[in-house]
């Protein structure tokens, strides 16, 4: 029979959890990734939030769906861009959290119906963003999201 758990310390797994998320975003921004390097960019995605279930709370599993749809929203992927937008918008709808995580939650909805050319779609959670936005708490995050904003393709028609 297959193990079914892994054999890490709850350390460890914080540890590769952080490590592969911001790995993550180091491919994310790379103007000139390959096609393999994309390839990596999904699976460390999927590694990262596999160590967060280890060791985190809904903030963490949110933020890990939230990552996993950017991911497959840049790559023009909108199946999984969709799918994984709405775990993170149900993780913080089902745990309460708010802020800075649920206004990026419906950003990756909007940005994941762009990406499948659903313009109505594009507009409502355009529209929640922002008014999730203007309960962010502090400034720096919220001008954040609202720069981010900015970047949904089809921002200017909704």
């Not at 596999?50 to 929203?73: C, D, M, T």
């Not at 959290?97 to 779609?121: I, K, P, Q, S, T």
């Not at 904003?149 to 921002?155: A, K």
Request: aromatic share 8%.
């Amino acid at each position: 029979m297959a193990e079914t758990t892994m054999n890490l310390t709850a350390q460890q797994h914080l540890q590769c959890g952080k490590a592969l998320f911001n790995f993550t975003w180091t491919l994310l921004e790379k103007a000139d990734r390959t096609e393999d390097e994309s390839e990596v960019m999904v699976k460390a995605a999927h590694a990262s939030a596999l160590h967060w279930l280890q060791v985190g709370k809904p903030v963490n599993f949110a933020r890990s769906e939230w990552q996993i749809s950017r991911v497959y929203g840049v790559l023009n992927r909108a199946e999984g861009a969709l799918h994984h937008g709405q775990r993170c918008l149900q993780i913080c709808e089902d745990h309460g959290v708010g802020d800075f995580d649920l206004a990026f939650a419906y950003e990756a909805l909007a940005r994941a119906h762009a990406v499948a050319g659903n313009r109505a779609e594009i507009k409502r959670f355009l529209d929640g963003a922002r008014e999730a936005g203007t309960r962010i708490a502090d400034a720096h995050d919220r001008e954040h999201l609202f720069n981010d904003l900015h970047t949904v393709p089809g921002y200017e028609e909704a």
